[in-house]
């Protein structure tokens, strides 16, 4: 925990509006991309809501890993 505050100690509004789309991007817009790209026949994935469930949750973990390589990457060069 103590790492954790020590990343996030001298976050701006900015740092934090950058983290916000991450999360947004991340969770809501990788499921869409995957639904427009099945409907218009680019990628062969039955778009079921189980599997948009799915690729959602796997856009969350990766936007924490995203978050937490933007903070460390912030904290080394600040």
């Known amino acids: 925990m103590a790492l954790l505050s020590s990343l996030t100690r001298n976050l701006t509004e900015q740092d934090g ?7 947004s991007t991340m969770t809501v817009g990788l499921p ?8 218009t026949g680019v990628i062969d994935i039955p778009t079921t809501a189980r599997f948009l469930a799915i690729t959602s949750l796997i856009g969350f973990a ?3 890993l995203m978050i937490s390589a933007y903070l ?3 904290k080394v060069t600040a």
């Open 17 to 23: 509006r950058k983290i916000a789309t991450i999360v």
């Open 32 to 39: 869409v991309y995957t639904a427009l790209m099945s409907l």
């Open 62 to 64: 990766m936007s924490l």
């Open 72 to 74: 460390l990457g912030n």
